[in-house]
């Protein structure tokens, strides 16, 4: 079984000094395990945030009609926020497939 990440870029946040540097990217993850994806699925949101100390001048500037959604999510692709919610989203999924043992459970009186 295995389980796939599918993300969405939601948005982008551009500075707002009329070069249109993209400064945030807002993405969804939907998170599914393939063995029951009706049940073991996650949405999850991060905010990746992008350098824009290089301004228009940073090298592989691409003005912002030029953008695509591949370049998009190649930027994106190992941003921490964007990890830490697949990495999220897995465990979730792990832990309704194979719960852990509690560490109490209520027995009947043994009168």
Request: hydrophobic share 35%; proline share 7%.
């Amino acid at each position: 079984m295995a389980i796939t990440h599918t993300v969405t870029v939601n948005n982008l946040i551009v500075l707002n000094d009329g070069t249109d540097v993209v400064s945030q990217i807002d993405v969804e993850i939907l998170s599914v395990d393939d063995s029951d994806p009706s049940n073991l699925k996650q949405t999850s949101y991060a905010t990746c945030q992008v350098d824009t100390s290089g301004g228009t001048s940073a090298a592989g500037f691409v003005p912002y009609g030029n953008l695509t959604e591949t370049a998009i999510k190649n930027w994106i692709s190992t941003a921490p926020a964007v990890s830490k919610m697949k990495t999220n989203a897995e465990t979730w999924i792990e832990k309704i497939k194979n719960p852990p043992t509690p560490p109490e459970v209520s027995k009947t009186l043994p009168w």
